[in-house]
């Protein structure tokens, strides 16, 4: 391995060892050391040595061992897909909802608001919500994703130009998703789940790009909300699914890789068509589940506020996925290429110009939203042109785990995460407890560290920082 700069590293194509590209990873110093803790840079040169990956397989400063391919994942092929490249949690992501309300108007009502949340966003291990949708909704929101639940009274029409990929993937045919997936999903639309995922209000502390800022919404001392959540019970079981799949062609093929956790599937069999189009309604089910969830954010501080969600400036800044797989047109080589781009806890980071941005920001770059770890700040980016070329305009997606659940829960105390989150006056609704210790800031890198680096890396440059006011949790 070798530096090439202060925040950039890369493994060298090793032909003799089966890689076909080199990896190169995102990371400072202090970031590199805890990588190689873990199997994080073991598994990208594992997934450097997949046929007709192109360019570099490459690791965001958050990164971190996970199934098969490491989290924090960018990986490019030209005809191949690989659900474990994707992830478990198709379509998870992050939005961001902004307010005209002050920090000053909030804080005494905040504890109310945060009862309201937890009451009306439900959230836990197989939370369920009653909707009284139906069997045919739900194969319009897999189908047509959030223009369709908007035309159910679920948000706002501008709500559709802010999400990703125009609010729903194209292609997703709902015959290719199980009868399990869509039992285990019908009544977890608008449900937060567990684990990392939240809904946290926040306080936008510091602007570091006031052109930016302005053409986004972010003004200093307004309160936002963040929410991180993905596709639930429905895009975990197909994943499950097309993984014995995908096993089944690995044997019928004769297909070796270094990681049988690795598997894929030439993009014109049918294994490969067959989990596309579910995985594309595992998306658009993500997408919607996070609109409902808006929804009924929305709906919480017209409860507490007594006013319009319009009056308090409640737009959708940006929705994006950071568990995805798209067809994308890139420079590989000097050459323009269709290439099929896998984010793993990874986030697309578009640069300005780009016809897939939305309209209303594309003469500026992609919004990218990055969460930070329970108490501590968030951060709103901005995709820049250098990513275009370095890494397939992507970025980061989060602060990145350094220590398991397990071990979390030996070695912190939820008393040490409560006490923090009472110094630094956050509010703090949680389900289960344990997640206190297994979700608290100290089993994660710091974020700020995280999104300096991908700045210094020229990908993405700082919009914002966030810090919480309050959070609820599975």
Sequence with gaps: MKQLSEFIWEIEKDSASGMNVPVRIYANKAIMENMKKDRTLKQATNAACLPSIVKNMLVMSDGHEGYGSPIGGVAAFSDIISPSFIGFDIGCGVRLIKTNITEKELRPKLQ?????LFKNVPSGVGSKMKHGLTQKDLEGVATEGVGYIVGKGYGFHEDIERVEEGSHMKGADTSKVSEMAKKRGMPQLGTLGAGNHFAEVQKVDRIFDEKLAKAYGLEEDTVAIMLHSGSRGYGHQICSDYIRVLIDYQRKHNIKIPDPELGYAHIDSK?????????CAGINFAFVNRQIMTHFIRKSFEEVFGRRAEDMGMDLLYDLCHNIAKLEEHDVGGKR???????????RAFGPGREEVSKIYREYGQPVLIPGSMGTASYVLAGRKESMQETFGSSCHGAGRVMSRHQALREIPSHK????????????????????SEEAEWVYKNVDDVVATVEGA???NIVAKLIPLGVTKG
């Design 337 to 347: 290429m269709k290439v099929y781009v896998h984010r793993k806890g990874a986030t």
């Design 112 to 116: 109310h608001l945060m009862d309201s």
């Design 417 to 436: 995460t409560l006490d923090e989150m009472k110094r630094k006056k956050i509010e703090i609704r949680v389900r289960s407890h344990k997640l206190i």
């Design 271 to 279: 294994e490969a068509m067959d989990y596309w189009a579910a995985m």
């Design 458 to 460: 020229k990908i993405s």
